[in-house]
């Protein structure tokens, strides 16, 4: 009874280890040809070659800075002239002006210092498979580059 459970057992870690000792994808560590970080690169599994990057258009509405502008100059407006006039239509008029000059200057603001480009990085993995990664900073990639996918982005090698 114990030398089938002995057996069992030992076939299942000489499986274990077998499996341990093969694991595709990782180079031997330092000193292995062709490889960066530990992953060979000819056997990467997210490594790959980029196609092409394309800037991403701003979809985005600019809404945030000409808002808040127009109320922060409304709010100014109606404090200087409550402070230089007795009449409830030149607050009224004052309040709108600023409002209106508040959205311009918001908007001028927001347009200046806007969000980051944006950037579609489209990577042909070396096993076949296509990948489009959505990323800001470029920097050091271009068509050709070769390059390991991790953490949602390319990373150049």
Known sequence: MKTP?????AAAAALALAGCAT???YGSGYGSGGSYG???????????????????????????????GGIVGAAAGREIARR??????RRNVATGAGAVAGAVAGNAIQNRT?????????????????VVM???DVSGLREGSSVQ???????AL
């Open 114 to 130: 806007g969000g980051g480009n944006y950037y579609d990085v489209h990577v042909r993995l070396n096993d076949g498979r296509t």
């Open 23 to 25: 694991s595709p994808g």
């Open 84 to 89: 230089n006039s007795d009449s409830d239509g």
């Open 134 to 136: 959505v990323q800001e």
């Open 38 to 68: 530990g992953y060979n690169s000819a056997n990467c599994r997210d490594c790959g070659t980029v196609t092409r990057i394309e800037r991403r258009p701003d979809s985005s509405p600019n809404v945030a800075g000409p808002l808040i």
């Open 149 to 155: 996918v991790r953490d949602g982005r390319a990373w």
């Open 5 to 9: 459970l002995l057996l069992t057992t």
